[in-house]
């Protein structure tokens, strides 16, 4: 199973950007497929990830109301659409995918598939 992140860019604060994941080798239904980030000399932190069975987790606190993921099970692709973004919001960004029980979703370690990551700026 791989992993593919694309959709990245620079894009002025306040702007819209959608980021995809598209999974090969297996279905999207045998996975929860994750959103993490990482900036510059931080940890990796979790964003939202739409479980096997359709439910959506996101975190609250970074993202609340800005940031939606779906995705196309015809595509066998996860899209995270970013909107309103923040210079804040600029990392590099990752899908993973895994099988996390609900309590261990928000945890990388929870995660043992990864994609290479896709670079979003944003600019003030």
């Known amino acids: 199973v791989q992993l593919q992140a694309s959709g990245g860019g620079l894009v002025q604060a306040g702007g819209s950007l959608r980021v995809s994941c598209v999974v090969s080798?297996?279905?999207?239904?045998?996975?929860?497929i994750a959103w993490f980030r990482q900036a510059p000399g931080k940890e990796r932190t979790f964003i939202a990830a739409?479980?096997?069975?359709?439910?959506?987790?996101y975190d609250q606190d970074s993202v609340k109301g800005r940031f939606t993921i779906s995705r196309d099970k015809a595509k066998n692709t996860v899209y995270l659409q970013m909107n309103s973004l923040k210079p804040e919001d600029t990392a590099v960004y990752y899908c993973?995918?895994?099988?996390?029980?609900?309590?261990?979703?928000?945890?990388?370690?929870?995660?043992?598939?990864w994609g290479q990551g896709t670079l979003v700026t944003v600019s003030s």
């Open positions: 993973a995918a895994g099988n996390p029980i609900t309590s261990a979703t928000r945890r990388p370690q929870a995660y043992y598939i």
């Open positions: 739409i479980r096997w069975n359709g439910e959506l987790i």
């Open positions: 080798g297996r279905t999207l239904s045998s996975y929860t």
